[in-house]
């Protein structure tokens, strides 16, 4: 019984030796943080909305896009992207709010690396009209 439990302890052992020896993790995706506007936030006509974004990533970015579009049909109120070799990317920007019925708003962020990783994210708002 002795002479078991030691094969299956030194097994485990060089399991994880062997294990912790391959792992070279790939890094993540880019990471995107929605700071403004706040999920399920309502707008009245004429009010202004303060998009602020920030992508972050390990490795160089390759492009980003943030796009402000009608939840109905997708049309698209407002975008702002570029092709990026950096590791960082912050959007500061502003729409105002100018539809003419009430309106669900989707912010969608996307971002891409040099490796095809990408990450999406997006939240939810209504707009008020006049």
Same mark, same amino acid.
């Given at each position: 019984?002795?002479?078991?439990?030691?094969?299956?302890?030194?097994?485990?052992?060089?399991?994880?030796?062997?294990?912790?020896?391959?792992?070279?993790?790939?890094?993540?995706?880019?990471?995107?943080?929605?700071?403004?506007?706040?999920?399920?936030?309502?707008?009245?006509?004429?009010?202004?909305?303060?998009? *602020?974004?920030?992508?972050? &990533?390990?490795? $160089?970015? +390759?492009?980003?896009?943030?796009?402000?579009?009608? %939840? !109905? #049909?997708? =049309?698209?109120?407002?975008? *702002?992207?570029?092709?990026? &070799?950096?590791? $960082?990317? +912050?959007?500061?920007?502003?729409?105002?709010?100018? %539809? !003419? #019925?009430? =309106?669900?708003?989707?912010?969608?962020?996307?971002?891409?690396?040099?490796?095809?990783?990408?990450?999406?994210?997006?939240?939810?708002?209504?707009?008020?009209?006049?």
């Amino acid at each position: 019984m002795k002479n078991i439990f030691s094969f299956v302890l030194t097994a485990f052992a060089a399991i994880l030796f062997f294990s912790a020896c391959d792992n070279k993790e790939e890094p993540g995706v880019p990471q995107i943080v929605i700071e403004s506007p706040e999920e399920g936030t309502t707008f009245e006509f004429g009010d202004t909305v303060h998009i *602020e974004v920030d992508v972050t &990533h390990t490795e $160089e970015l +390759h492009e980003y896009l943030v796009e402000l579009k009608k %939840v !109905s #049909d997708g =049309t698209v109120l407002f975008s *702002e992207g570029e092709h990026s &070799h950096s590791t $960082e990317a +912050h959007v500061h920007d502003h729409w105002v709010n100018n %539809v !003419s #019925d009430h =309106t669900d708003m989707e912010l969608v962020v996307t971002a891409t690396d040099h490796k095809d990783r990408t990450s999406t994210k997006k939240i939810h708002f209504h707009c008020h009209p006049n």
